[in-house]
């Protein structure tokens, strides 16, 4: 044996051109050693474990057998691309996954030329894929478009637009399900896999050719008892009908952990020169980690673990989650009125559901990844008298807004929007941060906008939003732990539009709407070591504004600056607007309003990406010092 054969193999390809170097014998080697790296390396940083466990053989397979960057190869989701971002010269860095100045979570245009599209939100790949397979066409190359979609990802309409589309336009498109969840049919061993190959090769779709061309000459009736009777026949073998009727031709489904079965239909189907194709490959997530075959849930997404064990580090927890809080709030409020009902959109867990789904079984439904379905579901369910809340993350509340302003808004139907992970969420970065809510939902007439400032007024913002029935209403709360404020047994309803003073000064006047309040409280007591007397107040509500109370803080303080985790246009901008209209801009009134700076942060620890975009103390006791035109202490601050 010689030394070269004694290095593993993942040290000799450093990118998929040494790959398709390989014999193909040596392809399961790789991908034994491949999967181990993978397990190494998130057990070291978290994150998404099991998807990208469950497609080792299949990124192998692909990146063999496509020319890859030529060939564009995009990945739904992106959270199962680990090993792609391994084998595309990434594997120097790959400890370094959602951490500040580290590889992103998901694929990413600016991060390497092998990502052709980012993604992290669902469904998205068949779209872009169609797009770049059409601009291809334009250009007059013969490059391939492959889309890796998991069955997860079709439960959005999206992807049906996409096939239906590439379907009617008879676009040169690969798409690859990968059906985890063996959700649409169990592969069947040596015969399905023996007629994938056959089925997908070029003589069989020769001859299918050849005798619909024969078929064309004969009259209607038997041409379309022809083309039906093969289809069927196809069909009955494989499955796949669906998707024959949006155009695309089906292949499966295969093994996708046997490179034996995977390689030829791959090779059949780069080679094949007409329409979109699908191919159906099934796969097992956390497929190889025994620990996460056990349980897929548990492993999908994870914190830092024990590779022998695969027990997770368990963080110190100090005070209850934001998300557990809402659910048990709500199941109170659900236990005194049977008229309230929750909807998520594939995210029970990851927005405290389950735990209704648990209490209240029978009023509980996850509707898939399908945002739009979701909200006017329930304006639906609105329209006929109950109490629907709809639990959305902020960032995928974005994906259903015309169904916000249409089907709830307009007709001033009481939807109550639960809106988690509002604000910057660290690891998962800008695709999953809740930076726009406040300003796309303030936005729009008779919409009501609060914004909890720790986890006991989340429990009263709850029992708003179920008391309230005069239109829509929203509350937003950040990922993570509370603060460890003492709970209050039940919640009371807020009065709709007032906020509340928590320490009162005479000179600086600092309005915050949301959890930055802590920050805000920690920069008062720096402002008054500096000599500034500072009135702290939580708005709780971002619209309707409370008109009296930020009268009075403009009034009777030399500076007023409104804080808020969100875009320009949101809480800031209505204030602006109201202080405006009662004259107050033009009487000398030193206002500055402190939002989310004008660009994407890139993941990093929440407190450190709140630093950066100065939304911490330090940053708001320097933004006071800048009204004051105090610029040489401003910079003190900031530097200290």
């Known amino acids: ?71 564009r190869l995009i990945w739904d989701v992106g959270h199962q691309a680990y090993p792609h971002k391994i084998l595309t010269g990434r594997r120097s860095r790959i400890r370094t996954l959602r951490q500040g100045g580290g590889l992103s979570g998901f694929t990413k245009r600016a991060e390497s030329e092998y990502d052709p599209f980012g993604a992290a939100h669902s469904s998205t790949s068949i779209s872009a894929g169609l797009g ?79 005798i619909k061309q024969l078929a064309q000459h004969l009259p209607k009736f038997f041409y379309e008892k022809a083309k ?61 980690y025994a620990p996460a075959e056990a349980n897929a849930d548990k492993y999908h997404a994870v914190s830092t673990f024990d590779v022998i064990t695969g027990a997770q580090a368990k963080p110190k927890v100090n005070a209850p989650s934001y998300t557990r809080v809402f659910a048990e709030s709500l199941i109170k409020e659900a236990e005194k009125d049977d008229k309230i009902v929750a909807i998520t959109g594939a995210m029970p867990s990851g927005t405290g559901l389950d735990l209704f789904g648990k209490a209240f079984p029978t009023r509980t439904f996850d509707v898939g990844i399908a945002e739009q379905h979701a909200v006017t579901f329930a304006a639906g369910l609105a329209a006929e008298g109950f109490k629907p809340f709809c639990a959305i993350y902020s960032t995928f509340l974005q994906r259903a807004y015309d169904q916000v302003v249409h089907d709830v808004a307009i007709q001033k139907l009481p939807v109550r929007f639960a809106m988690d992970r509002a604000g910057l969420v660290g690891a998962d970065g800008p695709t999953h941060a809740g930076s726009f809510d406040l300003a796309y939902l303030t936005c729009l007439p008779g919409f009501v906008v609060m914004a909890a400032a720790d986890e006991a007024e989340l429990v009263h913002m709850v029992a708003t939003a179920a008391a309230y029935s005069d239109g829509p209403i929203a509350f937003r709360y950040p990922r993570g732990e509370g603060i460890g404020m003492e709970m209050p047994q039940e919640g009371e309803p807020l009065a709709i539009g007032k906020g509340r003073v928590l320490r009162e000064g005479s000179r600086i006047a600092l309005f915050s709407l949301g959890t930055r309040l802590q920050e805000v409280l920690k920069a008062a007591q720096e402002l008054a070591s500096h000599g500034l007397s500072t009135t702290v107040a939580d708005a709780r509500f971002a619209k309707p504004v409370d008109r009296e109370l930020l009268r009075r803080l403009a009034a009777n303080h030399e500076v007023l600056i409104t804080i808020e985790e969100g875009s320009t246009g949101g809480f800031g901008a209505l204030c602006l607007h109201a202080l405006s209209d009662d004259g107050f801009l033009d009487n000398g009134l030193r206002i500055r309003t402190m939002v989310l700076p004008d660009a994407f942060l890139d993941h990093d620890k929440p407190e450190r990406m709140y630093a950066k975009a100065g939304l911490d103390a330090k940053g708001i006791v320097a933004k006071v010092f800048e009204a004051l035109g105090r610029a040489a202490e401003a910079e003190r601050v900031k530097i200290a």
């Open 1 to 71: 044996m010689n030394k070269s054969s004694k290095t593993p193999l993942l040290d000799r390809v450093t990118s998929p051109d040494e790959l398709r170097c390989l014999p193909a014998s040596d392809l399961r080697c790789l991908a034994d050693e491949l999967r181990t790296e993978t397990i190494d390396a998130v057990s070291v940083t978290g994150g998404h474990l099991g998807a990208g466990l469950g497609v080792v053989e299949l990124t192998v397979a692909l990146h063999y057998v496509f020319d890859t960057p030529r060939d």
């Open 132 to 210: 770049m397979a059409v601009a291809r066409d334009f250009a007059g190359r013969r490059n391939n478009v492959i889309c890796v979609i998991g069955d997860g990802a079709l439960s959005a309409g999206m992807a049906y637009e996409a096939m239906n589309n590439a379907g009617a336009m008879q676009s040169r498109l690969i798409v690859i399900l990968n059906d985890n969840d063996m959700s649409i049919a169990p592969p069947t061993g040596a015969m399905s896999a023996y007629l994938a190959r056959l089925v997908s090769g070029g003589t069989y779709r020769s001859i299918r050719e050849t």
């Open 228 to 288: 039906r009777t093969e289809e069927f026949a196809r069909g009955f073998w494989t499955g796949g009908t669906l998707f024959e009727e949006l155009g695309f031709f089906y292949i499966g489904p295969i093994d996708g952990h046997n490179l034996d079965h995977l390689l030829p239909v791959l090779i059949n189907v780069r080679d094949a020169d007409d329409g979109p194709i699908l191919v159906h490959v099934v796969t097992q997530k956390g497929k190889g």
